[in-house]
């Protein structure tokens, strides 16, 4: 069992189908991205599969859909997501830009603007909730891409800062919680720099997360910068992020991540192959709040 998250960005991801299901906070995680075709941008064998090929690999924990990347600009006011190949298949949605893809609900997004005020951020809360949350009499009128699929989670990966985010962080997280059906989770990916630029709002104290992926790549703190057998670390600061776990987070059980290229064309910097990566792991595990790796 896995755990799917739908990612937002400027970044949003959805956790989808039964994904987030397989999380587990008290132990370590292995969290994928699927929805870019992002191997190089590959063809033939290398494209990216259909979303049920990697559910049935048991070496994924949790994978985060991306991404829905407009919140507020769609056609309609309609969210829109994006899923590179996968979307060939996908219809749309009359008089929206958002894609009707049945086939990948069947098998279980960054952000493009600001919330103009807190009332939006509340509503566009609710459409997603409605969008990709749990089917109800009060969703026949909404436009659901995934049919009767249900997220178990979001994740807000967000570059840019995005006004009024917290409204909408809180408005899903009670959503989340008033729905004792299954576990959802809500997460987030901020980059390694603390206090992280996009987020740093969100993450302290007013919105309660399960985990954050902390991307420790194309920055200056890095998992290139980690220093093997140093007693202090001087750049790679996971922790920093650990005590943040402890002392800022509103969720004081959250988890953090490890977020690293999954290979040598994914990100910028940060690219470590296994043999250098398993002692940054190794150091990650000493602390208390590490929940595993994000790929």
């Known amino acids: 069992m896995f755990s799917s998250i739908l990612t937002t960005a400027t970044a949003f991801a959805l956790l989808l189908g039964s994904a987030y299901g397989a999380f587990n906070g008290s132990v370590n995680n292995n969290a994928v991205y699927w929805g870019q075709n992002s191997y190089g941008q590959g063809t033939g064998d290398l494209a990216q599969k259909p979303l049920a090929s990697y559910c049935a690999d ?17 056609h309609g006011g309609e969210p829109v997501i994006n899923l590179a190949n996968q ?12 894609m009707n893809c049945p086939q990948i609900g ?10 103009t005020t807190a009332d939006q951020a509340t509503s566009m809360a609710n459409l997603i909730w409605a969008t990709f949350g749990p089917v109800s ?25 995005v006004n009024n985010m917290i409204s909408f962080g809180q408005t ?9 059906s299954k576990k959802y989770y809500l997460t987030a990916a901020p980059q390694c720099p603390y206090p992280d630029a996009a987020d740093g709002v969100m993450l302290n104290n007013t919105v309660s997360f399960d985990a954050v992926f902390v991307q420790y790549y194309n920055n200056f703190c890095g998992i290139q910068s980690y220093v093997a057998n140093a007693t202090t670390q001087n750049n790679f600061n996971f922790d920093v992020w650990d005590t943040w776990a402890k002392t800022e987070s509103k969720n004081s059980n959250v988890k953090v991540l490890l977020g690293v290229p999954a290979g040598p064309s994914a990100a910028g910097s940060g690219y470590l192959p296994t043999s250098q990566l398993t002692p940054v792991i190794q150091y990650c595990q000493t602390f208390p709040s590490f929940g595993g790796v994000m790929m």
Request: negative net charge; glycine residues 6%; aromatic residues 12%.
């Open 106 to 115: 069947e098998t279980s997004q960054p952000a493009s603007n600001s919330f």
């Open 58 to 74: 048991t070496n994924f924990d949790v994978i985060l859909m991306a991404f829905l990347y407009q919140m507020t600009t769609g």
């Open 172 to 180: 899903l997280r009670s959503l989340m919680d008033a729905d004792t």
């Open 137 to 161: 009499s009060t969703t026949s009128a909404v436009d659901r891409p995934f049919g009767s699929a249900v997220v178990d989670g979001f994740n807000f990966d967000f570059e840019n800062t």
């Open 87 to 98: 979307g060939n298949n996908c219809t749309l949605f009359n008089g929206t830009q958002l």
